[in-house]
C-alpha cells in the first residue's frame, strides 16, 4: 500500500530531526562537558587547587578535542543527505549505490543494549532548524557512535567474535552440502541490522544477503561506511569521552577507535549485498512489493540481538516462519530485553520467557536446534569498570511445516 501524505510529512520530520541531532552534536557535548568545568569554580579554592594538580581540567579540555574530532566524523555522514529524502510521491528513497539499497523508512525507534535503556518519544518540528534534539536524541546518537565500535573496528572484534561468528558458523554447517561457489544461490535475511556488519561478513561468505533496518541513525551510518569509506582506518572517533563514570583511567575515556577495520567495499565479484531500509514487520510481513514476493523466499534468517525489539513477538514469529521456505532456518542469538517493556507510549508488549518462546515457536512449525547460552556484551566499553554480561541465547530454529 502506497504511503499517504501524512507518512511522508511524518518520514520526512523525523528524517529532519535526526539529521538535526547530528548537527547539533558538538553544541550539545561541548555544553555538557563545560559544565564539569563549571563546577569546579563553585568548590572552594584549596579543592580547585588540588584538582588543577591533577590535570582534571587538562583532561576537560582534550575531551572539548575529542568532542569536535566526533562532531566533524558526524557532519561527514550527514553531509549528503538529499540522497535519502524521499521524493514527492513518498516513493521509496533514492540512492541505490552497489550493494546498498535502501527504501524507505517510516519510524525510528533504535535502541542501544545499555543498562539505562530508555523509551521516549521524539520531539515536534517540522524543519531542521525549529527542531531542538532532545537528550534522548543525543543518547541515540552517542550509542550510534559506539556501535561503530561494535561493527566496524578491531576493539570491536571479541564482541564480533561472540556474537557474528556464532551465527555465521552455524549457518556455514548448515549449508555445508553447497560449494561456497554456490552459497549466492541462497538468500539469507538480517532483519535489524543495526550498522550492517553481520548482513555484510555474510555476503563476503558468498551467501546473497540482505539487511533490513529502520532507524535513520543506523541508516545514515552504515550507509557512510559501507558506500563513502575508501580505506581502512580512514576515520577516528572518540566513542566514550561522553561519560567520566567507571573510568580507571583518562585513557578509557579517551580511547581513539579507528574505523573501518576492514574495507566495506572489498566483497567478492558478484557479491549480492543489499540494506532495505523499513519496518521489519511492515516489508517482510505483507507483500506489498509483487516485484518482491517475499513469502517462502528465504533460505535462512539471521536475528542479533533483535526479537526483543517487537511489540508483539508472535507477530515477529510469524512473519519469520511465513517468509522462510520450508526446510528453512532461523538462527538467532540475544536476549531477551524486551524493549517496549514498560513504556509510556502506550504501545503494547507481550513479553515471554524463554520457555514460553520456545513453546510458541514449536507450535508455529519449528524444530528447534543447536541451542546453548553465549555469554556476550552488546556496545562494551572494554576499559570501563563496569560491564554487562548477556547469557544470550542462542539457537537454530527450522522450519518444519
Ligand atoms: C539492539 S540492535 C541490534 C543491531 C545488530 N543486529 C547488532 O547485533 O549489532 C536492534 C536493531 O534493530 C533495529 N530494529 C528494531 N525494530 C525494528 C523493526 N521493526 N524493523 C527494522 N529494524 C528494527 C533497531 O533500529 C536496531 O538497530
Known amino acids: 500500500m502506497a504511503p499517504n501524505i501524512e507518512d511522508i510529512e511524518e518520514e520526512q520530520r523525523q528524517f529532519s530531526n535526526v539529521i538535526s541531532t547530528f548537527h547539533n552534536y558538538e553544541r550539545y557535548s561541548l555544553s555538557a562537558n563545560n ?31 575529542a ?7 558526524l557532519a561527514q555522514i550527514v553531509e549528503d543527505t538529499d540522497l535519502f529524502q524521499g521524493d514527492d510521491q513518498g516513493e521509496e528513497q533514492i540512492q541505490i549505490p552497489p550493494h546498498h539499497d535502501t527504501h524507505s523508512t ?11 535503556l530508555k523509551h521516549g518519544s521524539h520531539g515536534k518540528g517540522n524543519i531542521q532548524k525549529k527542531y531542538k534534539p532532545t537528550d534522548f536524541d543525543f543518547d541515540k546518537l ?20 561472540s556474537c557474528y561468528e556464532p551465527l555465521k558458523e552455524a549457518l ?3 549449508y555445508a552440502h553447497v560449494p561456497p561457489e554456490e552459497r549466492h544461490q541462497l538468500r539469507v535475511l538480517v532483519p535489524g541490522a543495526g550498522l550492517g556488519r553481520l548482513a555484510f561478513d555474510v555476503a563476503k561468505l558468498g551467501f546473497s544477503c540482505q539487511g533490513n533496518e529502520f532507524s535513520h541513525y543506523m541508516l545514515l551510518s552504515s550507509f ?13 572517533i572518540y566513542p566514550y569521552v561522553h561519560s567520566f563514570s567507571n573510568a580507571p583511567n583518562q585513557q578509557s575515556i579517551l580511547q581513539a577507535i579507528s574505523i573501518p577495520d576492514v574495507l566495506p567495499s572489498d566483497l567478492p565479484e558478484g557479491s549480492n549485498f543489499s540494506l532495505v531500509a523499513g519496518d521489519f514487520e511492515e516489508i517482510y510481513g505483507t507483500e506489498s512489493d509483487p516485484q518482491e514476493p ?9 536475528t542479533c540481538f533483535f526479537i526483543d525489539t517487537a511489540k508483539n513477538i508472535v507477530n515477529y514469529l510469524r512473519i519469520i516462519h511465513q517468509i522462510l521456505a520450508l526446510g528453512g532456518i532461523w538462527i538467532n542469538l540475544g536476549p531477551l530485553l524486551w524493549h517496549w517493556e514498560n513504556n509510556n507510549t502506550n ?21 528447534i536446534s543447536n541451542e546453548r547460552a553465549i555469554d556476550t556484551t552488546y556496545t562494551n566499553n572494554a576499559q570501563s569498570m563496569l560491564g554487562y554480561v548477556y547469557k544470550a541465547s542462542m539457537w537454530t530454529a527450522t522450519k518444519k511445516s
Open 172 to 174: 556455514v554447517a548448515h
Open 35 to 65: 559544565r564539569r568545568r563549571k563546577d569546579i569554580y563553585t568548590l572552594p579554592r584549596r579543592d580547585q587547587e588540588l584538582l588543577d594538580g591533577l590535570g582534571y581540567k587538562q583532561k576537560l579540555d582534550a575531551v572539548d578535542k
Open 347 to 367: 504501545d503494547p508488549s507481550i513479553e515471554l520467557d524463554m520457555q514460553e518462546l520456545k513453546t510458541l515457536m514449536t507450535k508455529m512449525g519449528f524444530e
Open 294 to 302: 517475499q513469502h517462502g523466499k528465504w533460505d535462512a534468517i539471521l
Open 224 to 236: 557512510f561506511v559501507l558506500n563513502k569509506t575508501t580505506e581502512i582506518k580512514k576515520h577516528t
Open 142 to 161: 552517542r550509542s550510534t557512535l559506539k556501535q561503530f565500535v561494535r561493527d566496524w573496528s578491531s576493539e570491536g572484534k571479541i564482541e564480533r567474535d
Open 67 to 73: 568532542i569536535l574530532v566526533n562532531a566533524e566524523f
Open 106 to 116: 517510516n519510524q525510528d525507534r533504535s535502541h542501544s543494549y545499555s543498562h539505562d
